[in-house]
């Protein structure tokens, strides 16, 4: 039962990023639904499940809308991973982690686009690693995650470092 709702929840995200969160877009910036998910999935199944997710989530975006397989699907299962091995060790009933652990895996997956683009030559080295669209894209990622938070955590215990 806990594989079919993931999997149907990951293809409404799928679905989600692909027709309607695609088309909205706040100064050129435009929301990532799945980075949100592998976050609330990874607190509340674990660092095995969230990694998984990350794995799938990040596969089938690579298919649908990037010319290179690998990158993605490398970061969606390393945040996965860090967000369920770590998210097990701080208090369930706070919000702050939530916060903390939305903040840090969008600035990574931020400076590692930009670090790309300058590697690839698209981008020159200048002081534009942060800038507005981090904002933004931190707006969008710590809204969504705790509308998915709150969703998806209705009625459920997530697990903590000691079991219970």
């Not at 050129?28 to 989530?57: D, T, W």
Request: charged fraction near 15%; hydrophobic fraction near 50%; glycine fraction near 12%.
């Amino acid at each position: 039962m806990k594989k079919r709702k993931l999997v149907l929840i990951l293809l409404i995200g799928m679905v989600l990023q692909s027709t309607i969160i695609s088309r909205i877009e706040i100064f050129g910036v435009h929301a990532n639904v799945i980075l949100p998910l592998i976050i609330v999935i990874s607190l509340f199944e674990g660092s095995y499940i969230g990694g998984v997710f990350g794995v799938c989530s990040g596969m089938i975006e690579e298919i649908l809308f990037s010319p290179i397989i690998g990158l993605r699907v490398l970061y969606y299962f390393s945040m996965g991973y860090f967000v369920g091995e770590y998210g097990k060790r701080v208090n369930s009933r706070s919000m702050k982690p939530i916060l903390y652990f939305s903040v840090i895996t969008t600035c990574i997956g931020h400076l590692g686009v930009r670090l790309l683009l300058i590697y690839m030559e698209r981008e020159g080295i200048g002081f534009n690693l942060f800038d507005l669209t981090l904002g933004i894209e931190l707006l969008w990622n710590i809204g969504l995650t705790f509308l998915f938070f709150y969703l998806y955590g209705r009625g459920r215990k997530r697990k903590n470092y000691y079991g219970f």
